[in-house]
């Protein structure tokens, strides 16, 4: 198994930015993708941002530009470095590993204000 724990969510005015946290612990090892979603009220849950053991990422099209998904492999943490915020970014944020099955966090709320 592998727990989540978000950090990092939090209220801003449109054009600020945040960063958001994920650390991992258990079975790590396991993890072949780590990803960020969000699910804003009324909505379904869209990937936001996903990043593979090897590195590579890719990006929802209404963020890229604008938020950077990274790793710290000796942290087991990852990272979503959110800038240029807008009001539609509003959602709770969850963090997600991917292994055979799917691990959720417990979410973080981000709050962008206009």
């Known amino acids: 198994q592998v727990q989540l724990v978000e950090s990092g969510g939090g209220l801003v005015q449109a054009g600020g930015s945040l960063r958001l946290s994920c650390a991992a612990s258990g079975s790590i090892i396991s993890v072949s993708a780590m990803a960020w979603y969000r699910q804003a009220p009324g909505k379904q849950r869209e990937l936001v941002a996903r990043?593979?053991?090897?590195?590579?990422?890719n990006y929802a099209d209404a963020v890229k530009g604008r938020f950077t998904i990274s790793r710290d492999n000796a942290k087991n943490t990852v990272y979503l470095q959110m800038n240029s915020l807008k009001p539609e970014d509003t959602a709770v944020y969850y963090c997600a590993a991917h292994t055979y099955l799917t691990y959720w966090g417990q979410g973080t709320q981000v709050t962008v204000s206009s």
């Open positions: 990043i593979t053991s090897g590195g590579s990422t």
